[in-house]
């Protein structure tokens, strides 16, 4: 097998760098703190769910990654600033930071109750403002980072059933270009992956019925509705949006800032 090109290595490379990655106990999220980490980076996996994180953490290890977790409500501003501070103080810098914890939310606007409303816009988009917010203020010390966001289809198009969601990831859009035009001046680059239909645990949860068995008929009813819609014709992997993350936060992306790269199959043309 042919050897890759140093030229290209040291490209791709997050070799001595830190990243950090919010939802990283399960779906998009571990699997873009495993992608990174075959990269190089040295990984701290945050989630709210402990157990998901264990399992991330012991996917990375077995290749020979370096990996820390942290328990962290991304609603909460002070345990956002406060993981930004640990990561620094463990490693000594902060290079990239992915915002990818999020919670799907499937409720027409007449049927949403107050508290997934709240829940989903907490988590979501607030939960993203803080974590540029907290990565961003180390960042500047240094003069230099990649924070990337991760938003959805469901923030450029209106979708019947995702209102609440998709108005969060519009928010995600918006705050990305904004941040990247305030941090640019101090060499931060700012930019959001938008997937389109990508099977998770969270989405298939969607799917549950009645009893909290996920109803598979229904599933793979969507799946294949989806999968027509495409110009590829198939739905995304999480590999597809964690290898666009990667070139996001390698140097081959270093010109690239407040733009949404839309990993979607082509549904959006």
């Known amino acids: 097998m042919m050897q890759l090109p ?11 760098k830190t990243a950090v990655i919010t939802g990283a106990g399960s779906g998009i999220g571990r699997e873009v703190a495993r992608v990174l ?3 190089g980076a040295k990984i701290v996996a945050t989630d709210i769910n402990t157990s998901g994180l264990e399992e991330t953490c012991g ?6 990654g370096a990996v820390g977790s942290r328990k962290v409500d991304v609603a909460s501003k002070t345990e956002m600033e406060a993981l930004a501070d640990a990561a620094l103080a463990e490693s000594g810098r902060l290079d990239v930071w992915v915002n990818c914890a999020g919670i799907p939310s499937l409720h027409s606007i007449l049927e949403t109750k107050e508290e997934i ?12 403002y803080w974590g540029c917010m907290a990565a961003g203020r180390i960042m500047r010390e240094r003069n230099g980072g990649s924070i990337i ?5 469901g923030g450029a198009k209106p979708v019947p059933n995702l209102a609440i969601y998709g108005m969060t990831k519009a928010a995600v859009n918006s705050l990305t270009w904004t941040a990247a035009k305030e941090f640019g001046p101090m060499g931060i680059r700012v930019n959001a992956v938008a997937p389109g239909w990508v099977e998770t645990p969270a989405i298939s949860a969607l799917f549950r019925d009645a009893s909290g068995a996920i109803d598979e008929a229904q599933r793979e009813k969507v799946i294949a509705m989806i999968s027509e819609q495409s110009p590829l014709g198939r739905v995304g992997k999480v590999s597809d949006i964690a290898f666009a993350v990667l070139y996001l936060a390698s140097e081959a992306g270093s010109f690239v800032t407040g733009q949404v790269v839309r990993v979607n199959g082509g549904e959006s043309m």
């Open 117 to 128: 409303a709240q829940q989903t816009i907490a988590v979501n988009m607030l939960g993203t």
């Open 6 to 16: 140093p030229e290209l290595v040291r490209t791709f490379t997050l070799e001595g």
């Open 149 to 153: 966001n991760i938003s959805s289809a």
């Open 59 to 64: 996917a990375i290890r077995t290749t020979g």
């Open 37 to 39: 980490a075959l990269a």
